[in-house]
């Protein structure tokens, strides 16, 4: 999945107006620094905190987290580009015992302290670490410690001598002026006891922040995590704004009594030699063969692939592609990584049945990754080259994500268990941040706000970044911004933001080491049972250099191997993702008319009405498709433009600078692919680099910096950088902004062209099943669970419309699985949606399978009861399913509910009443017996009254989610027919520009951020669908309709493009009708809202009242 | 009463009928909407939806907390008052029902009795629908759905379940006519335990009786004089009281109950009421001081044209088991305090009498307050220990207002060596600090100054609190200012 709009971690970057790295050694090194990885405790970053370290002359800065090391690596990384020396290290707060500083001096040292933070977590809840004493003194060896004492000195006193028994190398204990009045006391006493002791003091500032002006965030961090307001806070937060790094000079005044204090930092930083480096590329060694290198069998491997992929031969240039490649990857030293996901590939196609998977990321899409199995994407129909992908320079390992089937995942990392052990493999962290929502909930709470107001502040900040947009939703939600209370909380929150929260678990995001884990990161507990994971995230491991991979769940891959299973049954075809035809035209021209729902991304409305523009005719231009509707293309205004170039009504021509600068062509070589406009990410940053020569240092700040929330100021520099000099050097200017406002938008959306490479051809498989299978596709889809962004009514409807005949569930015919059946049966009555395309597939002579509904359709039914409903088969009366079946009383209930008694002859009213009557017993015989004398046969059977057919049909709505027996639409027909309203097939035929009224269920709105405050509804009739298009004015007016209707009536203009043939109708006036939908089984009574709110995605109403039964599925909203 | 929440917090609050607001109450999804008004509601604001679902209809929606509890109380409250129509009175969620056999005729019938229902309910400003039924089950049917009959209405009627209801609808069983003519066998095989339809059925068409439980009433303790003749002298409610308080003291007793306010009502002849009420520190039952307590405010009762009953009720009791001190009779010193608290307050009136409390501040002068000594909790009285700040030496006298002094000192940070107070000159001989301590952001302007505070010593021995306002360079002002603030010693 392409990465959530986000924080993308800001890495420092040396820049102009930076001080030099020290040269000379500082005579104070501070020791106790907190970073906001001691949650809610330090409100200052690694960042923020080196700047500060390096402007005020340290060489070198320590890091203490309490009780963790997941700060260390985001230390490591600024002070290592500021020059200065990063001393890794943690405080850890045992259970008996005052805090201690824990330095590790050397990488076994390291690894000690490691696996001693994975022994607390392991034995704590999430999040806790519980040590003593006896822990740390076991682990002890190899790392530099400092007690730290407590306030209470009496308490220290006591304590000191069984600290030092139990830690023989134990020699420092810490000393802070926290301007108490007493300080002078206080450290001479420390002093005497220490010298008691034979330890010595050693002074530190006891850091949680960079500057004093932090303060105000340090308190608040406190109150949330004391869960006080501001107010009430008291004794909890600091008196003063001390806590902050302070000059070495600084310190040694402070410390004028006590010189020994202010050496003794230097020495103990002297005496640490361990860095992060050291972890560097400990890549498992299993992969490989005894006696060969891994570059040796990553060749054998790879030439034996292609003899595969190729048995007619090696072109010419795949064979130069291949060896360029491996050139490469034996110059950075990369085959141990490709080997691993080979391996863990090779394992998915090894089990029988194979687990369908396909690579995706960086370098991906090479040919080396085609032979290997690790992608489908043939490198002789793309033009990828590789070297985009590994860059020399930026020496981060390369990138490779591997999507499995999701049910079937859990396999693989079984695997990767059992093969390198659980000491060896773990899953990342990821770290969960304060987003502006959150960060302003937290804060406003702190500053007493009431909680109204602290959600409509949030509201204020809702998925924009835009300072005038929040002024103007504040003023929306009546809140005086120029308040100082406000101004302040909304200064506080942006403070916050970008602060890690807690750690989570990261989605599949693996790490394997030659060294046990828990040597190289400590491993912590994660929520649920039996997972773990490590403390560091994506960022943190690719920093250093660790292997990781990526193993995630794709439900589109379940579908597509289940379709394959399917076609194979009933067709006798074995099909995988690479033998698949390709370039099948019939495929591109389904697409072309926007023929897409259930294919693998482009099934949103959006892409719908984008493939009637683009009209893809090869797999690049499904490249270019994936990649086009993304909020960074849209932003960058690109869309236009390439469409126009694309139909040949505008020349294709490529902006060039100045013949003084450079050579006309630069820019064709980058754009030449995509008709002279950037799409792609790469395209975008290609740019930056070629064409506004930024270093590859500044493009990497580029790239890393662009969507965080707080480097707005960050942003603007870079924009003026890359824009004045792309103009510097002949550019159109206008072209220049575009160019840059679309790396703001990539920044949010990342859509690389190899992820869009792999994408398209799963988009390819899932389009030409669709076209050519469309029963197997259907029943793929409808067994991958809801995975898609249409309800199983949608793809039903799809399904039939393409001629295929859809059977209603039955006890006596389906199995929990969706299933295909023989022919269409001649008595089947043809609906009208299916008459067309019947036609069109008898002429092509194909075979046309029905699809039998499964019972995994019923509604609250489950597993057990369907699998022993499919054994005891056939069954003549309800009552067998008990006797015989041994299906749990309320499943039958819930079957004859749902409709599925039809074989036996009963209609759903039947086959409740009967089910009704059977009484849950124990299964043995004699109860049986004995429950038929208790009550006797009925004598007469009670007369129920006939169920309509509207009321059938809302029935199987609440109980399959669909009904095939009409739409319900088809029972308010003559009721709108009355009132000229139109039906949706009939758009098709109505000239552009005329008045008209439609009305339907609402299927999805949407209102994309891209898309300025527009929604999008798509409604649906009994003859198909009608797309609206909303203005934000009409939309303020009736908002509450567009937001409420579940049926809903327009009054509009249609809309056509000539060209593409997309038909819009844009709302003029709409009407709520949901009331109507009662009419159809009788209920009188008044519906509750239900609806999702304007904010997040589409949640299910909370409480709603019992007379209230859902009657037709609600919506899906996306927003 | 199905309106009651809203008209409920309407009243107590005097809010424009037009405005859109809705109470919510805390579900595990966010706050869901528990009332609305009428605006609220013509905006389509509806009862058990969440609160956020509905902001995204119209966000103009004003949210304010639901208090379940207080309609509760409230509800509980009509139920005392519906006595009026009958001895047997039920709280039925936000629903009264009431056992009206033969009570109905000293209403002129039972439409009297309806009329008279809805008329006293719309003066009390309470929405309310009444039926009147043979069965408790049909009464409320029909005063939720409407109607005479039981027949045609719909299922919900029967207060079954929501999935029984759903399945008796699938059925094609709408309505209760529909269910009454089903064989009673098959109805009763299908629909057993929990969702016994036949049951329900039973109970509404009279064949299985419902009795109704009155709602216990706990009436506060109360001791009444009815007097012959009406008394004019301004002595007869001093005189009432003594008599009455031996009465309401055993009362209290008996319930293990001890006043925290106390009134005397007298009723006079012309049918009006003249009250006088104190409260106590600490509950109690000891009628001489409750006597003494009240005695003032009861001479000063105007008799007008004369009292014909007193009543003295506890009006607010809290729970106080009997006690003794000690053997020998020795005044208890928090129960002295209490009661000379109890009269001051008599006297001086609730502001003149008032307590110190901490409070916890790092500004000296904000680390204590003034609080009422009486009504404020018995817990906090007399004051806690002082947090655990023990360590910090703070001075037992403090200035009301820090003067300002002239000090000699070592800039930027170093000990004061000498100041002027009062144009007395004190050569410091021992200092100790700084203790610093920075403004409170959150409520203080950005420009106000961080403050060091120095314990220090002249040569005299006496020992003063002096503090530097702001450091030199600190971007707020110029050189800083010393002053004093407070006294050891």
Known sequence: MPEKPGFSRLKLVRREGMAPPPTTPSPYVELGVSSPFSFLRGASDAIELTLTALAQGYDAIGIADRNTLAGVVRMHSAC????????????????????????????DGYGRLSRLLSLGKMRAEKGQCELTLNDVAS?????????????????????????????????????????????????????????ANGCSIIATNDVHYHAPDRRPLQDVVTCIREKVTITTAGFLLNPNAERHLKRPEEMI?????????????????????????????????????????????????????AAGRWPKGISAKVMKQLKHELALIAKLDFARYFLTVHDIVAFARSLDPPILCQGRGSAANSAVCYCLGITAVDPATSDLLFERFISEERKEPPDIDVDFEHERREEVIQHIYAKYGRDRAGIAATIIHYRPRSAIREVGKVM??????????????????????????????????????????????????????????????????????????????????????????????????????????????????????????????????????????????????????GVFQVESRAQMNMLPRLKPRCFYDLVIEVAIVRPGPIQGDMVHPYLKR????????????????????????????TLGVPIFQEQAMKIALDAAKFSSEEANQLRKAMATFRSRGNIETLQDKMVGRMVERGYDPDFAQRCFDQIKGFGEYGFPESHAASFAHLVYVSSWLKWKYPAAFACGLLNSQAMGFYAPAQIVRDAREHGV?????????????????????????????????????????????????????????????????VAGRPYRTVEELRTRGHVPVHAIQRLAAADAFRSIGLDRRAALWDSRALRQAPDLPLFAYAEARDEGAEADPARLPVMPLAEHVVNDYQTVRLSLKAHPMRFLREHYAAQKFITADRLKIIRDGKRLAIAGLVLIRQRPGSAKGVVFITLEDETGIAN???????????????????????????????????????????????????????????STLNQGDGAGSWRAPAARHPRDVEIIPKSRDFH | MPAIAIERWAKANDSSPDAPIVLTVEGTHGPIIHAVTRAAAARGARAGARLTDARALDPAFIALSADPDGDAALVQRFAHWAGRWSPLVEVDGDGLRLDVSGVAHLFGGEAGLIRDMVQCFVAAGITARVAIAPTAGAAWALSHFGGDELTPLPVHALRLDPDTVRTLERLGLKTIGALLDLPRLALARRFRGGEDVVDALDRMIGRKPEPLTAAPTDPPPRALLKLEEPATHPEAAVQALERLMPGLVHQLQERQLGARRLSLAGYRVDGSVAVASVATAIPSREPKHLQRLLADKAAELNPEFGFDAFALTADWAESLASAQDSLVEEPSGTREMARLVDRLTVKLGPRAVRRPREEESHLPERASGWVAAIGSSLQAYPSTQPAAREELSRPPRLLDRPEAIAVIYATPEGLPRRFVWRRAVHDITRAEGPERIAPEWWRQPSTSRLRDYYRVEDADGWRY?????????????????????????
């Not at chain 1, 008595?827 to 029905?850: D, F, K, T, W």
């Not at chain 1, 009662?1078 to 008044?1086: G, I, V």
């Not at chain 2, 306002?469 to 050891?488: C, K, S, V």
């Open chain 1, 646 to 673: 694309r139909a040949g009504k505008e020349p294709v021509t490529f902006p060039c600078p100045d013949p003084a600068h450079g050579e006309p062509d630069e820019l064709q070589k980058i754009l030449g692919r």
């Open chain 1, 1028 to 1086: 609206l298009v909303v203005w934000p004015d009409v939309f303020e007016k009736q908002r509450k309709i567009v937001m409420g209707a579940r049926l809903m009536a327009v009054h509009g203009i249609i809309q056509k493009d000539e060209d593409d043939g997309v038909i819009h109708v844009v709302a003029r006036r709409l009407e709520d009708h949901t009331h109507l939908l009662r009419q159809l089984s009788d209920e009188a009574l008044p």
């Open chain 1, 253 to 305: 005044r402070l410390f004028e009594r006590w010189p020994h204090a202010i050496s003794a930092t230097r020495e103990f930083a002297d005496a640490l030699h361990f860095s992060l480096e050291e972890l560097r590329y400990e890549y498992p060694r299993e992969t490989v063969p005894d006696g060969r290198t891994p570059q040796q069998y990553l060749e054998v491997l790879t030439w034996t692939g």
């Open chain 1, 805 to 869: 005949e859809v059977r209603a569930v039955d006890v006596n015919c389906s199995d929990w699985d969706c299933t295909l059946e023989g022919e269409r049966s001649l008595s089947a009555p043809i609906e009208p949606v299916e008459m067309r395309a019947l036609a069109l597939r008898q002429a092509q002579g194909e075979r046309n399978l029905s699809l039998r509904l499964g019972l995994r359709q019923v509604e609250g039914l489950h597993r057990e009861a369907a699998d022993s409903l």
């Open chain 1, 139 to 195: 682990h002890a060896e190899g790392i530099a410690f400092i007690t730290w004492p407590s306030d209470d000195l009496d308490a220290f006193e006591a304590e000191l001598p069984r600290l030092r028994d139990a830690l023989t190398s134990l020699s420092h204990v810490a000393a802070s002026w926290l301007y108490r009045g007493e300080d002078n006391a206080r450290i001479e006493r420390l002093d005497r006891l220490a010298r």
């Open chain 1, 448 to 597: 007493g706000l009431s909680e109204d107001v602290c959600g409509a502040l949030a509201s204020t900040v809702w998925g924009s970044m835009d300072p005038e947009l929040e002024d103007a939703r504040a003023n929306d939600a009546g809140l005086d911004l120029s308040d100082p209370h406000l101004r302040r909380t909304m200064k506080l929150a942006e403070q916050l933001i970008g602060m890690p929260r807690h750690l989570s678990q990261h989605v599949g995001g693996f790490i394997l080491t030659e060294r046990p884990l828990t040597e190289t990161v400590p491993i912590g507990n994660g929520a649920m049972d039996d997972r773990t994971f490590i403390e560091w995230d994506k960022d943190d491991i690719e920093e250093l250099g660790i292997l990781k991979i990526d193993v995630l769940a794709l439900g589109m891959l379940t579908c597509i191997r289940k379709c394959f299973d399917l076609i194979e049954l009933h067709h006798g075809e074995r099909w995988d993702l690479a033998t698949v035809p390709q370039e099948v035209p019939e495929v591109y021209d389904m697409l072309c008319q926007g023929d897409s729902l």
């Open chain 1, 80 to 107: 290592s580009t500021a020059g200065l020396r990063p001393l890794i290290g943690c405080r850890l707060d045992l259970t008996d015992a005052p805090s201690l500083l824990a330095y590790p001096m050397d990488r």
């Open chain 2, 465 to 489: 609190w002096i503090y530097r306002e702001g450091l030199a360079g600190d971007g707020r002002g110029g050189a800083p200012n010393w002053f004093i603030h407070g006294l050891f010693g």
